[in-house]
């Protein structure tokens, strides 16, 4: 029962006209970069953090969550369309998506996609809202010992699955603690790694860093290569899929949707492993795998429910622990505190409007993107043919324009600039930024909880440990740790490991 | 990989440099956390974190010189392969020489010389439309911003914007 009047309470703050705006803003800024290649979900939140200084916390959060979850609608279109994943939860779409397409199923692709989307999407809200309050209550017990030991298991996790050698992407974790700890010692106030400059006093501010390794960084490896689009040009008809494709895909989407939203709670999981976990997982159990990489419509349903539920599931941590599970809630972590809020345990008791009122407006959001992704598809298709060579010097200057009003400070555009740079030296040397963001969010905190819990243990390690919720998570973390040097799992890590910065 | 384009002990190995640069990154943390203070066991000092921090990188960084060395990697210039290369460079320059102009010149006058190079360097957009969206889009973005959402953009030594 008070689930119900709580939902109420929320869609009461969701359809405010102003919450609906934003979120229709976020929702189509979503489909908008998850169509578009070259650009996703990071990149188009780091461009527009600076806007949720605007408005009150409710919209500028509702509007970043909307960018995330649209971007798993659009990018299915360009899979299918044009064979380039428009974001990297949507790689795995391309086999059996564009082959449809090739084949003249563009429509019934396009509708599976959406509709399977549709399904996971609220089938992850409803789990979102009877688990996130649960989780709460639960982890109002943890100490600062499990706070340290989760935070450790999602950078590790994320390492794990981050493309390329394990020791790189680690090295970069150490570099986002690294980085993360620049400024004021949250607990002496001894200025660090500021070699004596004023503007770094505060630290290095979220916003010119992730502008930097996601959206001039990317701008300069889309420049190396002249984009070539094989877009589908027939009429897109019968977006319905068949009775046929129905009967074909109920299994896929359900399991795709229940997959995917365990996958999305994991730190360091997130909508692309879950999409490839489902893939694998359709193509094991079909009686026909064969099929697939041809055209099956069930390679198109699983994932794409799957990458849904996900994004959904990746709320969960960050709502209940104030942990995100991966960059792109990184990112929403940031909008938060940017808003004077720290979501944790107590944000469903102290803030009920902004928590029911986010999982509200996702509901909402999720019939706008039906409705911007089934009837209003032919406008996603004429947007593919948006000439790159105008578009990349746009998106440099609102990164310029991005940074500076974030701050009102040209140091940090400075410092936006100098991290485009080393981000594309890092991409093209094999280092991914995705670790680096995780752990540059996540490492003051870690810092911050590991100093408490050694300080209250009065130096005994052993309490990591000790502590059941602890010394699981260490322990899973360190199996991660060790796993790649086992050359069957190092194997296993090769094929699931993925550019989540895509 | 060929021979040529895959390295072990040689200058040109990517993996190599990558490794070492993470060294002499990991040497430098590990020495600012010493700097700094790293307290005790039961009281840990500002330097603490940044100290054992710079050890494991040190040790992530040896694994990869180690692997540099036993496995091989690419060559430096097997990274720019088949690439143009000399588009990324071309917008590196132009955002460096941005960044030293946006203060003494001003958002207007260093942006508007921005898009217009980017425009011509990535994949020349004609003149006819380079010029128009070069100025248009920083001097709307300038109006929008600093009349209708009063944020004030750097005006420069000259005053403009």
């Not at chain 1, 990018?75 to 939860?89: C, F, H, R, Y």
């Not at chain 2, 036993?70 to 941005?98: D, Q, Y």
Request: aromatic share 8%; charged share 10%.
């Amino acid at each position: 029962m008070d689930t119900l009047v709580n939902v109420a309470h929320g869609f009461g703050v969701a359809l405010l006209p102003i919450n609906l705006l934003y979120c229709f803003i976020g929702v189509f800024i979503g489909t908008l970069v998850g169509v578009l290649p070259g650009i996703g979900p990071i990149s188009a939140m780091s461009l527009l953090l600076p806007v949720t200084l605007s408005g009150t916390p409710e919209s500028g959060i509702i509007m970043m969550a909307g960018i995330y979850y649209g971007s798993m609608y659009g990018g299915s279109t360009t899979s299918i369309l044009v064979n380039i994943p428009g974001e990297a939860a949507s790689v795995v779409t391309c086999i059996d998506g564009h082959q449809m397409a090739k084949q003249g199923r563009a429509g019934p692709a396009l509708g599976i996609s959406a509709f399977g989307s549709f399904a996971a999407g609220t089938f992850a809200l409803i789990a979102l809202m009877l688990v996130a309050p649960k989780l709460a209550s639960i982890a109002i017990a943890f100490g600062p010992a499990e706070y340290f030991s989760l935070m450790a298991l999602g950078l590790v996790v994320l390492t794990f699955l981050t493309q390329g050698s394990m020791p790189k992407a680690l090295l970069m974790a150490c570099i986002g603690v690294v980085l993360g700890l620049v400024g004021l010692d949250s607990i002496t106030a001894q200025p660090r790694l500021t070699f004596g400059r004023m503007e770094l006093i505060d630290g290095i501010g979220l916003v010119p860093v992730v502008m930097g390794l996601f959206g001039v960084a990317e701008v300069l490896l889309n420049t190396e290569q002249a984009i070539k689009r094989d877009i589908i040009n027939t009429r897109i008809t019968h977006l319905l899929p068949s009775k046929e494709d129905w009967k074909a895909s109920a299994g896929p989407v359900g399991r795709g949707t229940i997959l995917g939203f365990f996958l999305g709670i994991l730190p360091g999981g997130g909508a692309v492993v879950a999409s490839f976990a489902s893939y694998a997982l359709e193509k094991r159990l079909s009686k026909t795998p064969e099929r697939f990489g041809q055209g099956a419509i069930e390679g198109v349903a699983g994932p794409e429910s799957a990458n849904n539920a996900a994004a959904g599931g990746a709320f969960i941590p960050l709502m209940t622990l104030g942990i995100p599970p991966n960059v792109v809630m990184a990112l929403l972590l940031g909008a938060f505190v940017i808003h004077g809020l720290q979501p944790g345990p107590l944000l469903i008791t102290q803030n009920p409007g902004l928590f029911w009122g986010i999982v509200a407006s996702m509901y909402i959001g999720n019939v706008m993107l039906l409705i911007l992704n089934l009837p209003m598809i032919g406008m996603w298709v004429q947007l593919l043919k948006l000439p790159y060579n105008i578009l990349f010097p746009l998106i440099i200057l609102f990164t310029i324009l991005g940074v500076y009003c974030s701050s009102n400070n040209v140091f940090d555009v400075h410092v936006m600039i100098a991290f485009g740079i080393i981000g594309y030296f890092m991409r093209k040397l094999g280092y991914e930024p995705a670790p680096l963001v995780l752990a540059f969010v996540l490492g003051p905190m870690m810092e911050n909880n590991l100093r408490k819990s050694l300080i209250l243990s009065q130096g005994d390690l052993w309490t990591f440990v000790q502590r059941p919720i602890s010394g699981v998570c260490l322990t899973l973390a360190l199996v991660l740790l060790i796993a790649p040097l086992l050359p069957s799992l190092r194997k296993k890590r090769e094929l699931v490991a993925l550019d989540e910065g895509a | 990989m060929s021979n040529q384009t895959n390295v072990k002990l040689r200058l040109s190995n990517s993996e190599l440099w990558g490794g070492l640069i993470g060294l002499a990154l990991g040497g430098f943390v590990i020495w600012s956390g010493l700097k700094l203070r790293l307290g005790t066991i039961n009281d840990p000092g500002s330097g603490y974190v940044l100290f054992y921090t710079g050890i494991l990188m040190c040790v992530f960084a040896g694994a990869i010189i180690v692997s540099a060395v036993t496995e091989g990697g690419p060559t430096l210039a097997s990274r720019w392969e088949n690439v143009r290369w000399s588009k990324p460079l071309l917008v590196i320059a132009c955002l460096t020489a941005f960044s030293f102009a946006l203060e003494p010149l001003g958002f207007l006058l260093s942006s508007i010389p921005l898009m217009l190079l980017l425009l011509r360097l990535i994949d020349p957009v004609r003149w006819t439309l380079a010029v128009p969206i070069a100025v248009l889009v920083p001097s709307g973005m300038w109006w929008v911003l600093k009349r209708l959402l009063l944020i004030q953009l750097p005006s420069g030594l000259f005053g403009i914007g």
